[in-house]
């Protein structure tokens, strides 16, 4: 039942009045007014002129402690807290006659802890700093006090004789949590005053001691006032959500440093006309990124980028040389100290967590970083296959362009041994981090490789440019080499292991569905990348694929093929009309060389034959890559073999839908076999294909018999 | 001895310093290029000794300060030897000022306090306060080029039955003299000292350290000897005999777990016949030392023990090394011996720590 207003306005009328008595027995009136008090404190909550009404009754000396005490508990605010209440409250804190004994002290500094983020005009009641701090010698007061203090503190609060009496307490009580907390803030702040570490590990450093106050206060708030958001939940913090299983914290060995700020090398004071430099641990929005991004500090180590979304975003604007450095040594260090020199098992969850941190810092910086690269070389000589899977074959991924022969020599050749010694899961993941290598290559590395070219040769001619136009994060030198050739070398090597392990694992469909991802992908390079080479996968490969059993990975292949066709038609246009750099101009014949478009004409020529035509032992006039003699086949199966053996309908992979189709025709013309139909009805199985998500048959068909595109229309 | 190590000492009468005895190129290859790391690069040939101390150091320098500094040199050289010494690579020093040492250590020893009332106990005899100092060090400069080395002193404030203040741990960086063969490239903003000596207290060792990391955001790291750099080290070092007392050689090896009843095997050897196969592998005439050379030196020593003791010690890891020079062990102790020598031996721990941090950053 919600209490009435004349009521509740009658009972403050009663607690405020002078003339109440003070002893609350007998005092029918007092405890009225108190239980209404209470009630509405539940129910309702007060307004804030009701509270600065009432703070005096529960800071006051008038009544008994319990009075006072009741009171004070049932001060719920329903809207905003007036400063002017707070400054009372802090008056009557600091009084020294009649002021309130020191444990209610305590209870109005939880009570003012409480509401603190509600009161509206807290600039005024930061002018009490002043007043609040040499409190905190009560040790009763202290935990509150320095909670408080907390919340309050700015920038010019912290001083160096603040931070010498915080100094001073912990000296003599230990470190307290709440003092450590304390300090904590103004550690980041003011970074150089404040020399004791403080441990990161610890997430709260004040006990929540009156929950079930706060949370009356938090359910009123949101009766009354629903939209109003608190303070808590205002600033929109930009931190890194961790997944991983947190061990216990004591047999975890940190890897990454936290964000701390210089200590030692503490700034000077800024020259005049200078902006201050503001320490990183400040920034915690993107916003504050924006607002200082001319004046930020770096933190004293580096490495703290991993884990702060924010640093990374600073890094990659950033064009100072030594902080790349710090990174890159503080990097080679660790991941040589960690993962070369100590056994792998040893302080796991950190291992790994470090790997995803470079991944994900890698993935926002668009480029692999030298050490990582180098780090992955030597760690790939002792690697087993197993340890850190996921994240040692992320940062394949990521691997700069470089000449073929370096990256086979340091990444390829080892690589591959693991790869053939292990199982077809492994070599599906691998293939998989081929096929990402190969997109990174050609969408980021083959043109930043081009323009950091460019720029050195710019430099060469005017030594005035500075290297802050370098796109490369990190300075590497370049290398005159066509990214184009690396490409190309890169898919004939990848074709290469393929096939052996295509035969290894007896065509195993994992294996062949990934093969084919990497060689789509390869043959969309022109079309996404404007990459200008003919990528055709091996010949061995392209037959296991074009006989396949499986329908999705004959059109597949065929999609291939018709792919690298339109690359080639494209290549020859362009070599003829543009006047390209002399390497590119190599690269691109290398990719289209007479070998190569022979191979694939001849598994063009052969698919016609066999499927189209009806006819594999056709005439050795066109290339071919297989021929097949009518009386040798016998001798060897025993069994005559029919000319349209392979022919379209009869294709392992197709079978099922002539089946079909034959079906349907059937109960409609009723007519004989499907060689028949087949004939007549060549056109009619294609639609039926294309109907069925097998278009590519139709397009390879329109696209390689002369005059079939126009007659089918 | 103990029960568990075998100690092995040649008869001088078997110790074969003719050069024909030395074993060609097949029989040695086997061991030595399987102990080789995969990815590490050993050069091919190291500089036994660096040039003369460079005279331009000392051109501008009065009499009387050359005097101070001699002093001070040999003061260092005195305190360096006879120690256990932790052998630590570090990573160059970012934005270091030698200007600033004063207000380091005021910010070290601040650092250290805080650690103490952390309650960490840094001191076994729970001495609250310790008096923290960083200096510039002499007489460990031997090319233009070196940085300046730095000691970390810190002592006990209370004093001692003899009235000084007793030595709680001290602290070595330096360079010497091995930039010009390997120098990380980085911008001017850091100072290179790769090699880091401490000898004292390990927890406060540990603890300066990390303040080293906070300060300067470097990397500090134990430094580990494989089979291949303490055998470099005995070859140097076999031709560094003293006149007077000088220790015998001494090479330990490990035995693999699988042995039971024996840990270790300790080979001594004595310094004079150790020189003289030295030098006949040796070539007297240059200054560097080649790999060949080391390799045959150490095989043909292993090869003597092989025919006397029929164990093939070029199958066991080579573990601790003793010269008359210094003594140094796979886990990174090292015990210096004569004054004389201490600037090669710091030349060559030099640049194995910039091999080391070299190794990392690939430059």
């Not at chain 1, 539940?42 to 009075?67: H, M, P, W």
């Not at chain 1, 103004?186 to 570490?197: E, G, I, N, Q, T």
């Not at chain 2, 470097?218 to 070092?237: D, T, Y």
Request: aromatic share 8%; proline share 4%.
């Amino acid at each position: 039942m919600a209490v009435a207003g004349p009521r509740l306005e009658k009972a403050i009328r009663v607690v405020t009045d002078p003339a109440t008595e003070k002893t609350l027995r007998k005092n029918v009136h007092l405890q009225m007014a108190l239980d209404t008090l209470e009630e509405n404190g539940r129910e309702n909550g007060f307004s804030s002129d009701q509270i600065d009404v009432l703070i005096d009754v529960a800071c006051g000396a008038k009544y008994a402690e319990t009075v006072c005490m009741r009171v004070l508990k049932s001060l719920i605010p329903k809207e905003d807290v007036s400063a002017f209440t707070v400054i009372k409250a802090v008056s009557w804190i600091n009084c020294l006659h009649k002021g309130p004994p020191l444990t209610r002290k305590v209870f109005i500094i939880r009570w003012l802890l409480l509401v603190y983020d509600l009161v509206d005009n807290q600039d005024q009641v930061h002018l009490l700093y002043n007043m609040l701090f040499p409190m905190i010698e009560y040790v009763p007061l202290c935990p509150f006090l320095c909670h408080l203090l907390y919340k309050m503190t700015r920038e010019d609060d912290v001083v160096i004789h603040r931070v010498q009496k915080l100094n001073t307490l912990i000296k003599e009580m230990g470190d307290q949590s709440h003092l450590l907390g304390l300090l904590s803030v103004y550690k980041s702040f003011k970074p150089h005053l404040v020399s004791v570490p403080i441990p990161r590990s610890r997430k709260a450093f004040f006990k929540k001691v009156d929950r079930d106050w706060a949370e009356r206060i938090k359910t009123i708030q949101q009766r009354t006032r629903p939209d109003h958001t608190g303070a808590d939940d205002m600033t929109l913090q930009f931190q890194m959500t961790d997944t991983e299983p947190t061990g216990p914290r004591t047999k975890r060995r940190k890897l990454v440093p936290e964000i701390e700020s210089q200590t030692v090398n503490a700034p000077a004071k800024p020259l005049e006309g200078m902006l201050e430099p503001k320490p990183f641990e400040q920034i915690k929005t993107v916003d504050d990124l924006i607002g200082n991004i001319e004046r930020i500090e770096l933190p004293c180590q580096i490495a703290g980028v991993l884990d702060n979304h924010l640093l990374q975003f600073y890094v990659g604007y950033l064009s100072d040389r030594s902080a790349d450095h710090r990174l890159s040594f503080w990097l080679a260090n660790t991941l040589t100290e960690e993962f070369l020199s100590r056994p792998a098992n040893e302080n796991l969850h950190e291992k790994i967590r470090l790997l995803r941190r470079i991944l994900v810092f890698e993935d926002k910086i668009k480029e692999g970083i030298p050490v990582v690269e180098r780090f992955i070389h030597r760690y790939l000589l002792q690697w087993n296959g197993d340890d850190f899977r996921e994240c040692i074959l992320g940062l394949l991924t990521r691997l700069r362009i470089q000449p073929f022969e370096v990256l086979n020599e340091q990444v390829f050749e080892p690589l591959r041994q693991i790869f053939f010694r292990s199982s077809v899961y492994f070599k599906c993941q691998v293939l998989v981090v081929y096929k990402e290598l190969l997109r990174n290559f050609a969408a980021h590395e083959g043109r930043r490789h081009t323009s950091t070219k460019k720029l050195s040769e710019q430099m060469n001619s005017n030594p005035y440019l500075t290297s802050n136009e370098s796109v490369f994060l990190y300075e590497t030198p370049v290398e005159d080499f066509e990214p184009l050739t690396t490409i190309l070398e890169f898919v004939e090597h990848v074709s290469e292991i393929s096939v052996v392990a295509l035969q290894l694992e007896g065509n195993h469909p994992d294996l062949v569905n990934h093969t084919l991802m990497f060689f789509e992908t390869a043959s969309t390079l022109q079309d996404n990348y404007d990459i200008p080479l003919m990528l055709f996968p091996s010949p061995s490969i392209c037959n296991a694929c074009l006989f396949s059993f499986d329908a999705s990975i004959f059109v597949r292949i065929l999609d291939i093929i018709l792919r690298c066709g339109a690359a080639v038609r494209k290549l020859k246009k362009a070599r003829s009309t543009s006047d390209l750099d002399d390497s590119v101009a190599a690269a691109i014949m290398q990719s289209i060389s007479q070998e190569k478009i022979q191979s694939m004409n001849a598994h063009i020529t052969d698919v016609v034959h066999a499927m189209w035509k009806n006819n594999i032992f056709f005439s050795q006039s066109a290339p071919s890559l297989f021929t097949l003699d009518k009386p040798t086949l016998m001798k060897l199966t025993g069994t005559s073999i029919e000319a349209d053996v392979f022919a379209l309908p009869h294709h392992p992979a197709l079978v099922g839908y002539a089946n079909r189709i034959v079906k349907n025709m059937r109960s409609r013309h009723q007519s004989g076999d499907t060689t028949d139909i087949w004939v007549e009805r060549k056109d009619e199985f294609l639609n039926y294909l294309e109907k069925h998500k097998l278009s590519q048959v139709k397009h390879f068909f329109n696209q390689f018999i002369r005059g079939r595109a126009e007659s089918s229309k | 001895m103990s029960a568990r190590e075998a100690r092995f000492v040649t008869p001088e009468a078997q110790v074969i310093t003719n050069k024909r005895f030395s074993i060609g190129g097949t029989l040695l290859k086997t061991p030595w290029t399987r102990r080789h790391t995969p990815y590490a690069k050993t050069p091919k040939s190291r500089r036994i000794a660096g040039p003369e101390k460079s005279a331009a150091l000392d051109v501008s320098l009065s009499s009387a300060e050359r005097r101070d500094d001699l002093a001070q040199e040999e003061e260092t050289l005195s305190g360096l030897v006879n120690k256990t010494w932790r052998v630590y690579q570090m990573t160059p020093l970012y934005n270091f000022k030698y200007g600033k040492l004063k207000e380091y250590s005021r910010s070290l020893s601040k650092y250290l306090q805080a650690q103490i009332q952390k309650g960490i106990e840094l001191d076994p005899n729970a001495e609250v306060s310790s008096d923290v100092k960083i200096t510039e060090v002499k007489g460990l400069n031997m090319a233009e080029e070196d940085n300046v080395a730095l000691k970390v002193t810190v002592r006990s404030k209370q004093k001692a039955a003899n009235g000084e203040k007793k030595v709680l741990l001290t602290m070595l960086l330096c360079c010497t003299d091995a930039l010009r063969e390997c120098k990380p490239t980085c911008p001017d903003s850091f100072t290179i000292l790769p090699l880091m000596l401490s000898n004292g207290n390990m927890t406060m060792g540990n603890h300066i350290n990390n303040w080293f990391k906070t300060s300067f955001d470097c990397s500090v790291q134990k430094m580990v000897f494989n089979s291949i750099e303490l055998a470099w080290m005995v070859s140097m070092w076999a031709s560094l005999v003293p006149e007077r007392s000088a220790k015998s050689v001494e090479l330990t090896y490990k035995v693999p777990d699988e042995v039971e009843g024996l840990d270790r095997i300790t080979y001594t050897i004595d310094p004079h016949d150790c020189k003289a196969i030295w030098e006949s592998v040796h070539d007297e005439s240059k200054d560097m030392a080649e790999a060949d050379e080391v390799s045959e030196f150490v095989l043909s020593l292993e090869k003597h023990f092989d025919v006397v003791f029929k164990t093939h010690l070029s199958s066991l890891f080579l573990t601790r090394v003793g010269t008359s020079v210094a003594y140094v062990s796979t886990e990174g102790k090292l015990k210096l011996f004569t004054k004389k020598h201490i600037h090669k031996v710091l030349r060559y721990l030099t640049e194995l720590a910039l091999e080391k941090i070299q190794a990392g950053t690939g430059t």
